[in-house]
Structure formats: structure tokens, C-alpha cells
């Protein structure tokens, strides 16, 4: 792709919560001497901490939205997947479009799920990572009300058994909601809600093990009473079908839910000239430029910051890459440096109950539960058009009063 010389080109990789943070704060604050491009394999902005509302029957609409609408229009938005990315030159090569070279390289490739090499969990479970994902396990659990008429009633069990692996925030969300929703579509099913099992496997000795102990066991005692039976300190070693295995016990079940583990994108292994912590981030300087390589940026999952994995980092991490490529673009030469801020977590525990941790701030029951949804709400109307996120809460609050 030939470079215009007069133009300062900011290329961005990902269409996630850094991918667009960062996009959408250079854009707003330049004119045509500065291009942005927002390079994405999917066409939409996909609002993880919202993918357990799609497999309980929420409107995939409130968590899935057309990038467009989530950046300024003068941000030039490319679908296409990027097949290599050359540090050095600022090169991007796509596989559809070609190769873009920029002044500005920010990657914000996020991270995908990775199994840990476990045998037949890639195969035989379902993901948690995207809304893909999430949509294939709500047709599944349609389907099994759909099929469940069997000869015994071991069988029966076997058919409504669901395994969640993994009891971080995405595996509590998901337990706690299926635990609830999948007895009230027994009922309207004329199943017996006494055949639906929920199960929730942690390797940790307690839940969600990056927040204090007495939340995690408030979180634990929740999901109890929610009917979830806590299976701690355990790890799958294999699944086949219909069954999982750990060293002491195995379950027979019809559905396996895996939100134990991510990984970075692959495409950040197969870039030359990148270094890696031993938690397999990538090493970034003082301003989240990658290690050795001025104006390449790396935020959100990827860079080896204190608080990296989380969406308000990421979004942090964006403000704060874009504030620096600003200040260059104009000739600032004294650069703030990054300081990793601390964030707060907000986990929904099922209907109405949830816990809001910030420092020594902890908010339990439906006050907690009520933060969360106001995270979201604050999210939403600070970056979508009036109108777009309008009909977002239309949609929630329906949602809301359908549960």
C-alpha cells in the first residue's frame, strides 16, 4: 500500500476494548493530517463480561455491536485477519487486503481460549471466549429440552448435566445463570427440575482466587444456594464422551463448559523481535511501548502490566496509549509514564446477587448486583450514539423484566 508522506498513519490491530479505546480517543482529537485505521477479524465490537445473557436467552444485540458504531466515522475500519505484523517496519499484512505500513503501530489482539493440552476438551467441550461460542451452547441447551426423552432416568441425569470448568468470574457468571435458568425451562418443558445438575470445577482451593478469601467464599455460599455443587481443588485431565475425568472422580455429563483458560492471540508468537515475560505477556517500556521498539504500542491482554486481562485495564491502557501517540504526533516531549491503576471487579452471581470489590470496598447481594449492570450501562453510554444505546437498555430492561 503506497504511504502518503504528509499523512501520520495510526495503525490499530483489534477490535476490542483497547483496539477501540484507543482508536476512538485519536480519532476524536485529529484532523485529516492523521489517518486511523482499526483493523478487526470481526465486523463487531463483542462485550465479553455480557456473553453469559446470550446462553440464558438474552438478545445477542446487547453484546455484540457493529464496530462502526463505536468509533468516530473519520476511523477508516478494516474486516480482515492479519496473517503477520513486522515490528520493525510498522508492517501489517492481511490476508484479504494486503499490507499496511504506519508511523503508529498499536496491537490490541487481545487473547483466545487455550485448553492446556488437556485430551478432548477442544473437541467435546464448548468454549466461552466469544459470542460465536456463546450462541453454539445456547442452541445446545435448547436442543437438549428438544431431546430429552430417554428409557431411564440415570440417562435423564446424564442428559442435564452440566460441568463448568473453571470458577473465575466467567465460570461463576455462567454457573450461577444456568443454574437458574435452566430450572425455569424445565418447567415450562414439563421436565422434572430435579433431573438438572450444575456443576462448577476449580483447580484453586477456592473461587475466583484473585479476590480476597471472604468474598470468594460469600461467591461460593451464593452459588450453593443456587443448587451448584463446588467441586475445589481439582483439574480435568481428559474428557471423552459424555464424561470428564480428574485424579479421584469423574462425571458423566451431556455438556462441558470450559472457561478455565486463555492465551494471547497466537499471531503475537509468531512476531519476530518481541520478548516475553515468564507469563508469557509481552515486555513493554515505560510508555507500553513493546520492549525495544519505539512507536509499536501493546495494550490490553497482551502487555505484562499488574492489572492486564481485565476490560477496564484494557480501556485504561487504550486512553493512555492514545494520550501518548497525541502528544508525539504534536511534539510533546514530555511523556507521562505509565502507572498501573487499580480496578475494581463486579461479578453477578445469578438473579439479583452480586459483589463489588474495589480496595477495601466490598458490596454483596442486589446492591452488588446493581453495580455490575451499572458498569455496564455507564460503558455503553459513553461510547455508542445516543440513539444505539438506547435501544441497548430497551433491550436489557426487557430482557430483565422477561427474567
Same mark, same amino acid.
Given at each position: 500500500?503506497?504511504?502518503?508522506? &504528509?499523512?501520520?498513519?495510526?495503525?490499530?490491530?483489534?477490535?476490542?476494548?483497547?483496539?477501540?479505546?484507543?482508536?476512538?480517543?485519536?480519532?476524536?482529537?485529529?484532523?485529516?493530517?492523521?489517518?486511523?485505521?482499526?483493523?478487526? $477479524?470481526?465486523?463487531?465490537?463483542?462485550?465479553?463480561?455480557?456473553?453469559?445473557?446470550?446462553?440464558?436467552?438474552?438478545?445477542?444485540?446487547?453484546?455484540?455491536?457493529?464496530?462502526?458504531?463505536?468509533?468516530?466515522?473519520?476511523?477508516?475500519?478494516? #474486516?480482515?485477519?492479519?496473517?503477520?505484523?513486522?515490528?520493525? @517496519? *510498522? *508492517?501489517?499484512?492481511?490476508?484479504?487486503?494486503?499490507?499496511? #505500513?504506519?508511523?503508529?503501530?498499536?496491537?490490541?489482539? @487481545?487473547?483466545?481460549?487455550?485448553?492446556?493440552?488437556?485430551?478432548?476438551?477442544?473437541?467435546?467441550?464448548? @468454549?466461552?471466549?466469544?459470542?460465536?461460542?456463546? $450462541?453454539?451452547?445456547?442452541?445446545?441447551?435448547?436442543?437438549?429440552?428438544?431431546?430429552?426423552?430417554? !428409557?431411564?432416568?440415570?440417562?435423564?441425569?446424564?442428559?442435564?448435566?452440566?460441568?463448568?470448568?473453571?470458577?473465575?468470574?466467567?465460570?461463576?457468571?455462567?454457573?450461577?445463570?444456568?443454574? #437458574?435458568?435452566?430450572?425455569?425451562?424445565?418447567? =415450562?418443558?414439563?421436565?422434572?427440575?430435579?433431573?438438572?445438575?450444575?456443576?462448577?470445577?476449580?483447580? $484453586?482451593?477456592?473461587?475466583?482466587?484473585? =479476590?480476597? !478469601?471472604?468474598?470468594?467464599?460469600?461467591?461460593?455460599?451464593? +452459588?450453593?444456594? &443456587?443448587?451448584? $455443587?463446588?467441586?475445589?481443588?481439582?483439574? &480435568?485431565?481428559?474428557?471423552?464422551?459424555?464424561?470428564?475425568?480428574?485424579?479421584?472422580? /469423574? =462425571? *458423566?455429563?451431556?455438556?462441558?463448559?470450559?472457561?478455565?483458560?486463555?492465551?494471547?492471540?497466537?499471531?503475537?508468537?509468531?512476531?519476530?523481535?518481541?520478548?516475553?515475560?515468564?507469563?508469557?505477556?509481552?515486555?513493554?517500556?515505560?510508555?507500553?511501548?513493546?520492549?525495544?521498539?519505539?512507536?509499536?504500542?501493546?495494550?490490553?491482554?497482551?502487555?505484562?502490566?499488574?492489572?492486564?486481562? +481485565?476490560?477496564?485495564?484494557?480501556?485504561?491502557?487504550?486512553?493512555?496509549?492514545?494520550?501518548?501517540?497525541?502528544?508525539?504526533?504534536?511534539?510533546?516531549?514530555?511523556?507521562?509514564?505509565?502507572?498501573? *491503576?487499580?480496578?475494581?471487579?463486579?461479578?453477578?452471581?445469578?438473579?439479583?446477587?452480586?459483589?463489588?470489590?474495589?480496595?477495601? #470496598?466490598?458490596?454483596?447481594? @442486589?446492591?452488588?448486583?446493581?453495580?455490575?449492570?451499572?458498569?455496564?450501562?455507564?460503558?455503553?453510554?459513553?461510547?455508542?450514539?445516543?440513539?444505539?444505546?438506547? /435501544?441497548?437498555?430497551?433491550?436489557?430492561?426487557?430482557?430483565?423484566?422477561?427474567?
Amino acid at each position: 500500500m503506497t504511504q502518503n508522506s &504528509l499523512v501520520t498513519r495510526v495503525i490499530v490491530v483489534g477490535g476490542g476494548f483497547a483496539g477501540i479505546e484507543t482508536a476512538r480517543r485519536i480519532a476524536f482529537r485529529v484532523g485529516s493530517s492523521v489517518k486511523v485505521t482499526l483493523i478487526s $477479524n470481526k465486523s463487531y465490537f463483542e462485550y465479553y463480561p455480557g456473553l453469559y445473557r446470550v446462553v440464558t436467552g438474552s438478545s445477542p444485540i446487547e453484546v455484540a455491536i457493529p464496530l462502526e458504531e463505536m468509533v468516530p466515522s473519520n476511523v477508516e475500519i478494516l #474486516i480482515d485477519t492479519v496473517t503477520s505484523v513486522d515490528v520493525i @517496519g *510498522k *508492517k501489517v499484512v492481511c490476508q484479504d487486503t494486503g499490507e499496511y #505500513i504506519a508511523d503508529y503501530l498499536v496491537l490490541a489482539m @487481545g487473547s483466545e481460549t487455550t485448553y492446556f493440552d488437556v485430551p478432548g476438551l477442544d473437541t467435546m467441550s464448548f @468454549g466461552f471466549k466469544s459470542i460465536k461460542e456463546a $450462541n453454539r451452547l445456547k442452541e445446545h441447551i435448547t436442543t437438549l429440552f428438544k431431546t430429552h426423552t430417554h !428409557p431411564s432416568q440415570n440417562e435423564l441425569v446424564s442428559h442435564f448435566h452440566i460441568v463448568v470448568v473453571g470458577g473465575g468470574p466467567s465460570g461463576v457468571e455462567v454457573a450461577g445463570d444456568l443454574a #437458574i435458568f435452566m430450572k425455569k425451562i424445565a418447567k =415450562l418443558t414439563e421436565v422434572d427440575p430435579s433431573f438438572i445438575t450444575v456443576d462448577l470445577i476449580e483447580s $484453586n482451593p477456592r473461587v475466583v482466587p484473585q =479476590l480476597p !478469601p471472604d468474598v470468594s467464599e460469600k461467591i461460593l455460599a451464593q +452459588l450453593r444456594k &443456587l443448587g451448584v $455443587n463446588i467441586f475445589l481443588n481439582r483439574r &480435568l485431565e481428559r474428557e471423552e464422551v459424555e464424561q470428564v475425568f480428574m485424579k479421584d472422580m /469423574s =462425571l *458423566k455429563a451431556k455438556t462441558v463448559i470450559w472457561t478455565a483458560g486463555t492465551r494471547l492471540s497466537r499471531i503475537y508468537s509468531q512476531i519476530n523481535g518481541l520478548e516475553f515475560a515468564d507469563n508469557k505477556r509481552v515486555v513493554v517500556d515505560e510508555y507500553l511501548q513493546a520492549h525495544g521498539h519505539t512507536n509499536v504500542y501493546i495494550v490490553g491482554d497482551a502487555a505484562n502490566t499488574k492489572y492486564s486481562g +481485565l476490560a477496564q485495564t484494557a480501556m485504561y491502557d487504550g486512553a493512555f496509549v492514545a494520550k501518548q501517540i497525541l502528544g508525539q504526533i504534536r511534539g510533546i516531549k514530555n511523556r507521562a509514564l505509565y502507572s498501573p *491503576k487499580k480496578v475494581a471487579l463486579s461479578i453477578p452471581v445469578g438473579n439479583d446477587w452480586g459483589v463489588f470489590v474495589y480496595g477495601p #470496598i466490598k458490596i454483596y447481594g @442486589g446492591l452488588g448486583y446493581f453495580i455490575r449492570h451499572a458498569i455496564d450501562f455507564v460503558y455503553f453510554a459513553g461510547i455508542v450514539a445516543p440513539l444505539k444505546f438506547f /435501544s441497548l437498555f430497551v433491550e436489557g430492561w426487557k430482557y430483565r423484566v422477561r427474567k
